[in-house]
Nanobody
């Protein structure tokens, strides 16, 4: 089973940047992968996804500020976060789907990392 390990979280002031990484034990380059976040008291929210063909989708809340990418040689998924806002605070988790194109929702077959915490102060 693929192991996913996130890193790169931390505390920054509003307007700052962070780069999150998700290292996979081995990489299913053909699978959809994505980043989610969960803030205290809120539902888990999909932030960015990249499909097996490289097509990308962002939530409206991060569009224009976050960039998802992957390096198959390093078996790593990235999330570059710029112009951070306090509402971006939360635990960020990466996931891989067992599907080439990104389905509309996660399933029990999704694999998840443990997450990395992001705190944005005003």
């Amino acid at each position: 089973q693929v192991q996913l390990v996130e890193s790169g979280g931390g505390s920054v002031q509003a307007g700052g940047s962070l780069r999150l990484s998700c290292a996979a034990e081995y990489f299913y380059n053909a699978y959809c992968m994505g980043w989610f976040r969960q803030a205290p008291g809120k539902e888990r929210e999909g932030v960015a996804h990249i499909a097996g063909d490289g097509s990308i989708a962002y939530s409206d809340s991060v569009k224009g500020r976050f960039t998802i990418s992957k390096d198959k040689d390093k078996s790593t998924l990235y999330l570059q976060m710029d112009s951070l806002k306090p509402e971006d605070t939360g635990k960020y988790l990466c996931t891989t789907y067992r599907a080439y194109y990104c389905p509309p929702s996660t399933t029990s077959e999704n694999l998840w990392g443990q997450g990395t915490q992001v705190i944005v102060s005003s």
